[in-house]
Structures are given as structure tokens and as C-alpha cells.
């Protein structure tokens, strides 16, 4: 199997193959991370953003220096084009309401139960939004993608201990958001 650096010098040369299995390993992480910046709600959207990313890697791809690894590269490509479209549409509210609620069926716990937690959910996403943009970022990286403080750091452009302090500083605010609205952090 060939590394990443190896599959970007034969794309680089024109290998269509190559860049193919850059995009092959690379969809599944660039649309999640594009999904945990815009929300799950906007799927469709960041569909979009995964393409136009994938866009600008193969139009992009001869300057790429190798200064830094691909996967951050093509990670702050993705973080920039996600970020960009969340800012120029400001984002709208997602089309579904409360009755969702109400007409979904489960086999696990009781209305009140789901209600209890989609009400949680949404105190979360709604906390985490009024965050600053670095500090969201961080904490989707982190705990939704699985991403290391390395791949944080890098993938925001900082150095490992600011990203340990975006996280550290993010939790923090998240847990005073919470416990005003009366959630247990617990």
C-alpha cells in the first residue's frame, strides 16, 4: 500500500489512479469533519463542501509542497471551505420542529425519556454554537471525529498545548452554558 506523500507525487504528475485513492481515503473524514462543523441537519450541504473540496485538491494539488502532511492539508482545506459556507449563508434552521419528536418511534426509552434528551441535545448544539469558531472547531475535531490534540493542533494551525487550552478553555465555558440552563455535568 502507498503512503499518502507517494500517491501526491504520481498525482502530481497526472495519475488519475493516484488522486482517485487520495479521494477514496480521504471522503469519509473530510465530509464528517465538514458535517461536524455545519451540523448534522445539513447533510446536503456538506456534501457539497466534500466535493468542492475535493475540487480544489485536484486543481491545487501540483503546489502542494509537502511542507505538511496531506491529511492536514486537505483537513484545513475543508475546515476553510466548511467554515466559509457556514459564515455566507448564516446558517438557516433545519426545516424540522418539535413534532419529529413526536412522530418518531422507538423501541428504547419512553416520549418523555426522548424528549428529556432531545432537549439536552439541543442545549448542547445550541452552547456549542455560541462558541467561538476555534473552540468549536476543536471540540468536533476532537471528540465527534476521534482526532488526536496533534491532529487538532494541526488542523487548526496551532501549536499541541493551544489546542489542549481551545479544549481545556471549551469545556470549561460548555459546562458554565449548561449548568445556567440547569443540565448536570456530571
Known sequence: MESDSQLVVRAQSGDQQAFAELVRRYSALVFRLAVSIL?????????????????????????????????????????????????RVRFRSPHADETVLYRTVSPGPGPYRQAETAQRDQAVAECIKSLPEVYQSALRLYYWLGAGVGEVAESLGVPENTAKSYLHRARQLLHGMLKERGYSCD
Not at 451540523?39 to 450541504?45: A, S, V
Not at 456534501?47 to 483537513?75: C, M, N, P, T
Request: proline share 2%; glycine share 4%.
Open 39 to 87: 451540523g448534522r441537519e445539513f447533510i446536503p450541504e456538506a456534501e457539497d463542501v466534500a466535493q468542492e473540496v475535493f475540487l480544489k485538491v485536484h486543481h491545487a494539488i501540483e503546489s502542494f509542497r509537502g511542507e505538511a502532511e496531506f491529511s492536514s492539508w486537505i483537513y484545513r482545506i475543508t475546515f476553510n471551505q466548511a467554515v466559509n459556507l457556514k459564515a
